[in-house]
């Protein structure tokens, strides 16, 4: 199970120009916004990159604002995020085991990321609704590598509930609002 101080937030690229190059655009900023407003609420460190962002343009606006001011952004020009110089350390300094993860494309930086966070020892779950690609064959292929890799496929509200454990947590109210948002 899931618990928020095991835990670390990683989103790969979800960039403008990247957005709205996937399947179902609007659902991904929606659902990364809202696992990570959930983030911010329940104190779960959050690691952002952005790919070539002066071609791709920076993170989604709606993504920004849910993530407030506590994430931490790293550019990359790597497709896997551990490949490029200071990130293995970066996430390292949080002594997370766990890490949620999603982002664009699924099949290329999501995948190589998480293929590299598995053999360095972390525990990769990947929110299936936060992962995205250009059609649904690369999506699909990037998620069952991923699998085979390893990694556990979840969805958002599975893991709002893992780190919520109870209806008695402090912050249940103010989550369950974001579901139902």
Sequence with gaps: MLKTDESLLLI???????????AHPEAIVKKS??????????????????QYPQGLGCTVQPLKEALGNGAHYI???SFSALKEEGFKEK??????????????ETHICVYQTCAELL???YEVYVAKEVTSSRNEYEYNTGLELMKSDGAKLTCVETVLFEWLGSSRHPNFKEVQKLIKG
């Design 33 to 50: 916004s809202i696992i990570g407003e959930a983030a911010k609420i329940l104190s779960v460190p959050v690691v952002v990159t952005e």
């Design 75 to 77: 550019e990359k020009t």
């Design 119 to 121: 053999e360095e020892g």
């Design 12 to 22: 790969i690229d979800i960039q403008e120009k990247l957005v709205r190059a996937c």
């Design 91 to 104: 996430l390292a300094s949080f002594n997370k085991k766990q890490i949620i993860l999603g982002g664009i």
